[in-house]
C-alpha cells in the first residue's frame, strides 16, 4: 500500500443559505473536501 498524496483541485464554488462561501475540492483518486468561508460584508446595523 503506498502513500497516496492528495492533490486537490477546485470543483466548485457556492453560497449557502448562511450566506458563506463554500469551496469544493476534489482529487483525482475520488476524495473530496468541502470548506467554508464566511463572508465578511461589512455591512453595519444603525
Ligand atoms: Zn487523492
Known amino acids: 500500500m503506498s ?3 492528495h492533490v486537490r483541485h477546485t470543483d466548485g ?3 449557502t443559505e448562511d ?3 463554500m469551496e469544493t ?3 483525482q483518486c ?4 468541502t470548506s467554508t ?3 465578511e ?3 453595519p446595523e444603525g
Open 3 to 5: 502513500v497516496h498524496v
Open 13 to 15: 464554488l457556492a453560497v
Open 19 to 21: 450566506g458563506e462561501l
Open 25 to 27: 475540492t476534489r482529487c
Open 30 to 33: 475520488g476524495a473530496t473536501w
Open 37 to 39: 468561508f464566511r463572508v
Open 41 to 43: 460584508e461589512g455591512d
